[in-house]
């Protein structure tokens, strides 16, 4: 089977020596280490507990047999960390290149010592830069920054672009008080337009661990936690964000799609309807209704979602993104080609094209 998919959201596996190569000596002592407990194994970092071990490379398991416990030796293969092996299984699955984003590094965001915080992210950027360069047709980088340290980010996203990444992330859950539309981060945005990066919002990436992928209810943490990145990005539109910088491109990852066709025409008809309300205050500012900024700056990755191809119209061909999310518990692999040839059925080609191959080609460079 020819591999032709282009997976827009997948993950590496950190080894737990990652950061004890790559961290400034001064910090090894409090990175992430692997404890061997009783019933399973935990990984973590300065007091902090990081992903669950049974999830890391869950998509191994059947929908029976998924667990948070687990043992790395035994629950976490090659393919995480090693780009060799990686290849193999991917292409076995159809699919021909990977955006990758971390898992370990996901968790690091709540963490309150700054020194520590960019001596992580700085040595995971590093690493994975080493790991792309492997093979830098098929795998693409995406290095994370913490937007609230303009210049730490603005001389990370810099670096991070001239070591061959092709994206920046930073968390989705930012707190009431740093809210991406601040004009203090106007630097960090600008920096982005002028290397031709895409900014990243990962699923389960947040500043304040009340928010984190384990807390609250199966209800919040498996449907309505799409809730975060529409809150996001719609006020990025209203509050003019991308008036401001109107070639700035912000990926929603691991979030679906389909919920953007009603909130796109839910917007569209409010803005339209009472803007002239809010004129003058500080909640309505976009000078476009904001499906303009949906379709110009948008984009949004998704695994199994019917509805947003079906919803292709409303919600822009050009916006949407698939991906495996390979190898976390809820991948497409090893199933992508059924799983693709299900949710594209009846639907022409060419925009079955466009959404699992040349959107990401185009985005991310490959």
């Not at 830069?129 to 093979?135: M, P, R, S, T, W």
């Not at 695994?303 to 061909?317: C, H, K, Q, S, Y």
């Amino acid at each position: 089977m020819p591999s032709f998919a282009l997976s827009a959201d997948s993950h590496v596996i950190e080894p737990p020596d990652l950061w004890s190569k790559y961290l400034p000596a001064a910090l090894v002592d409090r990175a992430p280490t692997v404890v061997h407990e009783a019933d399973t194994d935990r990984i973590v970092c300065d007091g902090e507990e990081l992903a669950p071990v049974g999830l890391l490379a869950g998509c191994y398991r059947r929908s029976e047999d998924v667990r948070l416990e687990g043992r790395w030796d035994d629950d976490v293969p090659a393919v995480g960390y090693e780009p060799g092996p990686r290849l193999e299984a991917i292409e076995a699955d159809g699919v021909a290149g990977e955006v990758l984003f971390p898992t370990l590094g996901m968790h690091v965001y709540p963490i309150k010592d700054r020194e520590l915080q960019w001596g992580l992210f700085r040595g995971y950027n590093d690493w994975l830069a080493d790991f792309c360069a492997y093979a830098p047709d098929r795998f693409k980088g995406i290095a994370m920054l913490l937007h609230e340290d303009v210049d730490a980010s603005v001389a990370e996203l810099q670096r991070s672009r001239d070591r061959g990444h092709a994206g920046v992330m930073v968390p989705l859950w930012t707190g009431e008080e740093n809210p991406y539309h601040d004009r203090r981060y106007d630097r960090l945005w600008a920096a982005a337009v002028e290397a031709g990066m895409p900014v990243n919002m990962h699923t389960s990436t947040t500043r304040d661990r009340s928010k984190a992928w384990n807390k609250g209810n199966a209800v919040d943490n498996w449907v309505l936690k799409t809730s975060q990145i529409q809150h996001a990005i719609l006020e990025m539109i209203f509050y003019g964000l991308f008036d401001r910088f109107p070639e700035l491109v912000v990926v929603s990852a691991e979030n679906d799609a389909g919920w953007a066709g009603n909130v796109i025409e839910r917007a569209d008809f409010w803005w339209a309807r009472n803007r002239k309300v809010y004129a003058g205050g500080d909640t309505v500012v976009c000078t476009h209704e904001p499906s303009y900024y949906f379709h110009r700056n948008i984009k949004m990755t998704f695994m199994r979602d019917r509805t947003a191809v079906l919803a292709n119209e409303v919600i822009g061909i050009g916006s949407l993104l698939w991906s495996s999310d390979y190898p976390h518990h809820v991948s497409t692999w090893p199933r992508t080609p059924e799983v693709l040839d299900e949710m594209f059925r009846g639907v022409p080609d060419a925009t079955r094209r466009a959404i699992v191959h040349d959107n990401t080609r185009d985005l991310y460079g490959f």
